[in-house]
């Protein structure tokens, strides 16, 4: 199936319809002119652009694009660095802990809100034990339409990342963030002056944050939040995880993340799925779930430590059964071939009684805020 194959015509696609983006842009401002109509396209057709590397840097960040881990940290830092003005290593740092630990207090940081909201069942509870009361939290839902999605980016994010960098002294990621802005306001400042460019570039944040939040909440804050429960892998990361039906608009709107549960990494529960493990050489030193060669035949116990299982005849990959440390990389496959391995993980989910979750997109959005 081909599954970990990268089309890289469909990234560079991807890449230069961002650029096209910028480019209109600033044709729109430098053809009509600054005036609030003019403005205000070209601060939607940047938001989308800025969502749209948003997206793309996704890619890079998690090596899915190239064969060697080193052109696909370069890209990251490209994308990230200079396209959107923020820090490949903050990233990393934050996103990585998220896919270990899907909406666990205290270990995903996608759910730290600074007592800003309170999540899940037991956060509640908790608070109200120590008679926590930052905010009036019967009210989250609806002050979260002022605090939320308008000032992650615009506010939070761009403190955290701009501190981290110094702190941390990453001056690689410091300079490349510095040539997003050079490039910014030497396009900018010509039309609206340094303060409005400085207001300009907010607005265009503010706007991306709104699409940013409701995008990569529809996924996760939606489902389970809790402490660390005593479960598998694999039904933790399906109570944790939902998904948004596929169309061509959702997985442009979401950079395909609303095949979150094929992304988010999978974990066999038990010996009694029989899959069978492919190395990928170059692409990752991990182990990585063939799923086209899940076994349908009957379930047999793995024998010793790793059980060495015959090579695909599809690929010619040498397979590998690990019998205890049953973890497939998925956030490595490319996300174009998401939805070609969907199927096989919800037949999997229905052979052994595990839910999964897929909304259509507007109940997905909706279900943030009930």
Known sequence: ?????????????????????????????????????????????????????????????????????????IAHKFIIGHLKGASANWWNHRHFQHHAKPNIFHKDPDVNMLHTFVLGE???????????????????????????????????????????????????????????YTRYFVTYIPFYGVLGALLFLNFIRFLESHWFVWVTQMNHIVMEIDQEPYRDWFSSQLSATCNVEQS???????????????????????????????????????LVLAVDRVSEGPSQPLPGRWEEARAAPTSGVLTLCPPHVFLSLFPTMPRHNLHK??????????????????????????????
């Open 1 to 73: 199936m081909n599954l970990f194959k990268t089309n890289h015509i469909f990234f560079l696609l991807h890449l230069a319809h961002i650029i096209a983006l910028e480019s209109i842009a600033w044709f729109t401002i430098f053809y009509f002119g600054n005036g609030w109509i003019p403005t205000l396209i070209t601060a939607f057709v940047l938001a989308t652009s800025q969502a749209q590397a948003g997206w793309l840097q996704h890619d890079y960040g998690h090596l899915s694009v190239y064969r060697k881990s080193t052109w696909n940290h």
């Open 122 to 180: 037991w956060q509640p509870i908790e608070y109200g034990k120590k008679k926590l009361k930052y905010l009036p939290y019967n009210h989250q839902h609806e002050y979260f339409f002022l605090i939320g999605p308008p000032l992650l980016i615009p506010v939070y994010f761009q403190y955290q990342i701009i501190m981290t960098m110094i702190v941390r002294k990453d001056w690689v990621d410091l300079a490349w963030a510095i040539s997003y």
């Open 248 to 286: 061509f608009f959702n997985d442009w709107f979401s950079g395909h993340l609303n095949f979150q549960i094929e992304h988010q990494g999978l974990h066999m529960p038990s010996t009694h799925m029989a899959p069978q493990w492919a190395h990928r050489g170059s692409h990752t030193s991990s």
């Open 341 to 370: 391995v969907a199927p096989l993980v919800k037949s999997l989910c229905a052979k052994h009684g595990i839910e999964y979750q897929e909304k259509p997109l507007l109940r997905a959005l909706l279900d943030i805020i009930r």
